[in-house]
């Protein structure tokens, strides 16, 4: 697959395209998770798999805070507190909740603006997905809320505090991962976070593992989810 | 793919083969509805799928009541008060979990039987997969309970009253299926059922929809999830 780098307005980002790219193909906006970067090998080999199984073109940001962008003092303090929370044995979730809010508030106006400039390649057309998982799914749910473009999406792992509420407003088909003994988001939590959304069409797929253990097979059910709803898969 | 049928005893069956058959291959024992049989279109759809997918031996017995096995008085007892239940709208979730409980065990020595007779051919080799779901559940969770050779399962769409303390005795990987609108299974109910399972491996898939509205891509993805316990996708 062919890899473009780019900057959109200060946002650095990265576009994976196939190497035949004459025909045009749909698009998959992915989000990282927390503490990771654009190019974490989670988004890297989730874009092998879109661009190699299905011929999709996918972009990702990085995050505000993350990646080569730059930290603020906000960022510092909210990064040292969970830290401290998580030296000290305390629950992460409300730490990560707000932080997680705080970033999709400056990131969904990017990821808007980048969908702007994607449709303008002559490569890509029609509608777009959006993967996202943890921080991805803090930032996602939030833009599929307010982006007609999305027509359908993967989720998951997310507490629903700050989510529920805009999950309600997406009615796309969604797919979203929960894991049976994550040590952080309870199973109430979890779904809870999936009732919300008033897709007609939602499948969850709860693995037994904790946090960090979501199987490898369930990007590839995403793959094929986003071949069912976007478009043909090779 | 090759059909034969058999009389195991006095119950009748299905064996679905590849057409190709020089080569040794793995067994699922499947397991029909509550109301139907041996060779219903959920079956035979679902032994195309295995055989043409993954060059797998299917085989189905028709449950104790069903297809070509005659009903007792037993039988026509409980479905008639199932109808009565139903025309007067009261929960059918007691009776069926009763009657299905009663046919399981009647049942699970005829499909260890069945193992029995079906390893003894020369085309089919090594573990075992089982794949049903609803009354298919209530006879698989205590057939592969107490079945050994059976190394990977398929269920879903059951109360756990009879069931939740069978599915403590299994360990192998599992694959469960729940509807979220299911006008019979309450969510609490299916969710407790899954969680009783001891498999270290187990995979909950849910999905928007009543009863009767099971997606067809989750037997896609069943027939994934043999081939990567049993053996190879074709």
Redesign the interface.
Known sequence: MVERDFILGDVPGVLWSPVSGAERAPLVLMGHGGGTHKKHPAMSGRARLLVDGCGFHVAVLDAPGHGDRPRTAHDEAEIAELFRARAAGEPEGPIVVRYNDHLARLAVPEYRTLLDALQELPEIEGPAGYWGINMGTAIGIPFVAAEPRITAAVFGQHWPDALAEKAKQITVPIEFDLQ?DDEHIS?EEG?AL??AFA??????????GGHKEL?R?EA??AV?FFA?HLGEAA
């Open positions: 049976w199973r779904l999936f009732d897709s007609k069409e939602k499948s969850l797929h709860v693995n037994s199987p097979f590839d059910s094929r069912r």
